[in-house]
């Protein structure tokens, strides 16, 4: 459900292991495991700081406004390379 960050070495993987893990979810559709992540990941060791979606009329943008997490609409690759840049997420 998950993918590292290209690029992130042993030294962060063993780093990431003793602090919060900064969580970015990308959805384009209902946003039900959107939803489940949120509610389910360990709180002390994961943040979610954003969702980043394709379609601005996904399910998943009122998912995310009802728990309080940022959206970001990634209309091209480039947008959202640059919110990725942006929020810098240890996990994507």
């Known amino acids: 459900l998950y993918t590292l960050i290209p690029g992130v070495g ?3 993987l063993d780093t990431m292991k003793n602090s919060q893990v900064n969580v970015v ?3 384009s559709g209902s946003g039900s495991t ?3 992540l ?3 990941l360990p709180k002390d060791r994961f943040l979610v700081k954003a969702l980043v979606v394709s379609r601005p009329e996904a399910g998943a943008v009122e998912r995310a406004k009802h728990l309080e997490v940022p959206v970001f ?3 091209s690759d480039q ?3 640059s919110e990725l ?3 810098r997420p240890d996990l994507i």
């Open 73 to 75: 609409f990634a209309e």
């Open 85 to 87: 840049t942006a929020l």
């Open 34 to 36: 959107f939803q489940y």
């Open 38 to 40: 949120v509610e389910n």
């Open 25 to 27: 979810i990308l959805a």
């Open 79 to 81: 947008v959202l390379l």
């Open 10 to 12: 042993q030294n962060s």
